[in-house]
């Protein structure tokens, strides 16, 4: 498990599951068990966590803080599909771990530079970072979309500003 609130639990599902095949989660929390459910593992099933896309300096993208034109932004999501080396599940990686698929960025609908895609410093989470396209609309809130293997991630708006 790597994330947990009282409406939301954030879990890695084991490297070792392949797409097309299911499984059976449960989950027991003070001894009381959930009913067991099955999930379909799928090769892509991009996420944008809410809240986590930052500037390179760790800082959040926010209203005050906003991400400029031609700034590289740090997007952090999950289910990327295959990376270019396996890491075992619940664990870190060793160096730089890219991923096999490069996704596509949106910032404001307009296709974003993508210069990495890969593992973060976190069990099961990636990081893409994507320079903000010139042409985007500046002094407003703009939906990030990320998008591989044919699958679409959910929106998460970011405020911009112009370049400095």
Known sequence: MFYASPVQLGIQIPAELTAGST???QVIV???SSAASTINVSAFSPGIFAGAITHADGTAVTASNAAAVGETVTIYATGLGQTSTAVPTGE??????T???TPTVT???IPAQVPFSG???FVGVNQINAVVPS????GTTVPV???SGGQQSNTVNIATKSGS
């Open 107 to 109: 910032i404001g609908g």
């Open 145 to 147: 979309v990320v998008s």
């Open 23 to 25: 499984a059976s989660v």
């Open 99 to 101: 991923t096999v698929t």
């Open 135 to 138: 042409g985007v609309q500046i």
């Open 92 to 97: 870190l990686p060793s160096g730089t771990v």
């Open 30 to 32: 003070d001894g009381q």
């Open 119 to 121: 593992l973060s410093g």
